[in-house]
Every structure is written in C-alpha cells, then in structure tokens.
T-cell receptor
Framework: GQNIDQPTEMTATEGAIVQINCTYQ??????LFWYQQHAGEAPTFLSY??LDGLEEKGRFSSFLSRSKGYSYLLLKELQMKDSASYLC??????????WGAGTKLIIKP | TAGITQAPTSQILAAGRSMTLRCTQD?????MYWYRQDLGLGLRLIHY???????GKGEVPDGYSVSRANTDDFPLTLASAVPSQTSVYFC??????????????FGPGTRLTVL
C-alpha cells in the first residue's frame, strides 16, 4: 500500500534549528513536496525534490533520498511565525499526491 | 491578485440535504482538485480534473460528484449529505494536467458540518 509517515508534533525554541522527517512508500515515485499550513488556513508550497540531495531556499532546506524513501525539511533560525503544520506529500506513478497527516511544529520563545 | 476562491467559507447542513461547494481559479490552470482534510489524517483526494471537460475519481469519491464545464470553475456536489462528510474541503489547481509534479495552489477552504 501507499503510505507517508511523519511525526505528529514537534516542539522547538525560537532561533534554533529543527528537522522534520518524512518516510514514504508509494507505487512509483515522481517527486516529493513539502507544504506549510497555518491553523485555519490553506496549505502553501514550500519545496519540491525529485533528485537526491539537498535543496536550500533561505531559512528552509529540503532533502531527499530516493533509495531510502526518506525526506526531511530543515528549518533554521526559527521564528514564532514558523509555528504551523508541515505536510509531506509524495507523487505516485499516477502523478497523484499522497499526503502525510502533517507535523504540527510548536515554537517556544 | 491571482488565486483560487471557494464559497461558502463555512456551512452547517442537515443530513440528507444536497449542497454544492464552489471553486473558481483565475490562473488559467489546466488541472483542478478537491480534497478533504480531517483531523489526524492527510489530505485525501476526492475528485480531480486534468483539463476542462474531463474529471476523474480520487481516493474517496463516494457521495461526491464534480463537473468541469470550463477552465475556471470546478464545483463539488454532495447529493445527500451524511455526518461523515463533515470536514474541511480544499480546492486546488496546478498548471498542467500532468498532476503531481506540478505545484498545487490551494483555495482557503470550506468548513462543512453535517448534522
């Protein structure tokens, strides 16, 4: 079956670094997305990885290992506004997105 | 500002009644999607459309129908609502009909409660 696993909740301190992990099992694979979703709002795009390696975009970076079925989102210099849920989604062989349940990130001062 | 709009923002509906959730995008995207989001679960695809005039079933299509008469609009209809359809519904769109390799842009969502 198809499955996306990510931690339910994480807590980090303002100014620190946090890594949110995601493992996936899909029938075929055509890339992995990370989205951010603030409470009561719509998901917004953060990153897309299709090749192995690290993609850096400002304070956010995303890593992919296709052989391990593994990705992580790295958030640096955490700010209070980064408190949100982070959704991992993998593209299957039918080019449909399979979504994880999301990781709720709580930032403490 | 370009984007996706959804209506209504929220709705309380009696079980057995029908309802249409509206979704309109002005980005001229080919593909559109309907998801539901429930606590503790990932977004689940209800129906999708890769281009105007075509639709397809997602993971949880039962009890829902869609149409895509033109590029901009993608309404979702619940013919006879049941309490298990209580959820937050998101409409999304992406540029091409190749689906999952394109970034999907989401509307603000409709919070539906079926009593």
């Amino acid at each position: 079956g198809q499955n996306i696993d990510q931690p339910t909740e994480m807590t980090a301190t303002e100014g620190a670094i946090v890594q949110i992990n995601c493992t996936y099992q899909t029938s075929g694979f055509n890339g992995l997305f990370w989205y951010q979703q603030h409470a009561g709002e719509a998901p917004t795009f953060l990153s897309y990885n299709v090749l192995d390696g690290l993609e850096e975009k400002g304070r956010f970076s995303s890593f992919l290992s296709r052989s391990k079925g593994y990705s992580y989102l790295l958030l640096k210099e955490l700010q209070m506004k980064d408190s949100a849920s982070y959704l991992c989604a993998a593209t299957d062989s039918n080019y449909q997105l399979i979504w994880g349940a999301g990781t709720k990130l709580i930032i403490k001062p | 500002t370009a984007g996706i709009t959804q209506a209504p923002t929220s709705q309380i509906l009696a079980a057995g009644r029908s309802m249409t959730l509206r979704c309109t995008q002005d980005m001229r995207h080919n593909a559109m999607y309907w998801y539901r989001q429930d606590l503790g679960l990932g977004l689940r695809l209800i129906h999708y459309s890769n281009t105007a005039g075509t639709t397809g079933k997602g993971e949880v299509p039962d009890g829902y129908s869609v149409s895509r008469a033109n590029t901009d609009d993608f309404p979702l209809t619940l013919a006879s609502a049941v309490p298990s359809q209580t959820s937050v519904y998101f409409c999304a769109s992406s540029d091409s009909g190749s689906g999952g390799t394109d970034t999907q842009y989401f509307g603000p969502g409709t919070r539906l409660t079926v009593l």
